[in-house]
Nanobody, 124 residues
Framework: QVQLVEFGGDLVQPGGSLRLSCAAS????????MAWYRRAPGKQRELVAA???????VYADSVKDRFTISRDNAKNTVYLQMNSLKSEDTAVYYC??????????????????WGQGTLVTVSS
């Protein structure tokens, strides 16, 4: 009932910037937390940044002071501003969201959703 679509992945030089966006669409749902994960070649998927409805954030140590996560609750959209990019930031970035979905009258489910991912390549 909920789809997440990411935009913004690209090839960028070291030191450059990118802005990723992810919009949730569907019906009868209320998003709570939103986050960005990434999976680099040969590595496990890891949390990059997360943000709650109220705006509280958490970042991986490797991206602190370089990346900024934000959201527009009215648009059910989350953003990731990525500055001072390094080659080790190269990965597929995935949007994640959780929240309540109304599946029937007086019946809701708390679910987690994932986007298909967008590739960020940092290389000269």
């Amino acid at each position: 009932q909920v789809q997440l679509v990411e935009f913004g992945g690209d090839l960028v030089q070291p030191g450059g910037s990118l802005r990723l966006s992810c919009a949730a669409s569907g019906s009868m749902f209320s998003i709570k937390n939103m986050a960005w994960y990434r999976r680099a070649p040969g590595k496990q998927r890891e949390l990059v940044a997360a943000i709650t409805t109220s705006g509280s954030t958490v970042y991986a140590d490797s991206v602190k002071d370089r990346f900024t996560i934000s959201r527009d609750n009215a648009k059910n959209t989350v953003y990731l501003q990525m500055n001072s990019l390094k080659s080790e930031d190269t990965a597929v970035y995935y949007c994640n969201a959780d929240g309540e979905v109304t599946v029937a009258i007086d019946m809701k489910r708390y679910l987690e959703f994932w986007g298909q991912g967008t590739l960020v390549t940092v290389s000269s």
